[in-house]
Structures are given as structure tokens and as C-alpha cells.
């Protein structure tokens, strides 16, 4: 019998600022994938995930633009869609710059 390798995709990301700038929300799309199958590493500066579906593998890894308190992060898998919340390492006040 043929060896089947399965087809690897990127999963869409959404990247967001959670309410009160504190941390980022990432919502990751893993339609077909199961929680079993799911694997994320994260650090300070960026994530990798990797998960199963029946006919290709989603594996991906992404730089975040701020760093993160990935020991602090929390993360939820339900209908396909993998959300990690997870704080800043520090604040994001900022000071606005005027456009003229």
C-alpha cells in the first residue's frame, strides 16, 4: 500500500489587542482539527501551533509585535477555533501622536 503523506496548511490568524490594551487575543482556525491532535508552544515573542485534521496537518508559527507573558497565557479550543488570551510583558500606554 501507498504511504499517504497528509498536505500542510497554515491556519487563518486574528490578531487583536484585548479591551483595555492589557494583553493580546489570538484566535486561531482549525476547522476539522481536534483538541487531542493540538499542540501550541508560545514564548515571549511568538507562538507555533500544530494540530490534525482527517486529510492535512495545520502547522504554523508566528512573531508576535509585542512581547507577551506566555507563562501567563490562557488558551481555549471549541469548534474548531483555538483562543489564546495572554497579558503583556509591558504596558502598552503609549503617547498619541498628533496628524497634521
Not at 500500500?1 to 479591551?19: C, Q, S
Not at 482556525?29 to 485534521?53: D, I, Q
Amino acid at each position: 500500500m501507498e504511504k499517504y503523506e497528509k498536505k500542510i496548511i497554515a491556519p487563518a490568524v486574528n490578531v487583536a489587542h484585548t479591551d483595555g490594551d492589557k494583553g493580546l487575543r489570538i484566535d486561531i482556525n482549525l476547522a476539522g482539527a481536534t483538541k487531542k491532535s493540538l499542540g501550541l508552544e508560545m514564548g515571549k515573542e511568538g507562538l507555533c501551533v500544530k494540530a490534525e485534521a482527517k486529510e492535512f496537518t495545520y502547522h504554523t508559527c508566528y512573531m508576535l509585535a509585542h512581547r507577551v507573558k506566555a507563562k501567563e497565557a490562557d488558551a481555549k479550543f471549541a469548534s474548531g477555533l483555538l483562543t489564546i488570551q495572554v497579558p503583556f510583558e509591558e504596558s502598552m500606554r503609549s503617547h498619541k501622536i498628533p496628524i497634521q
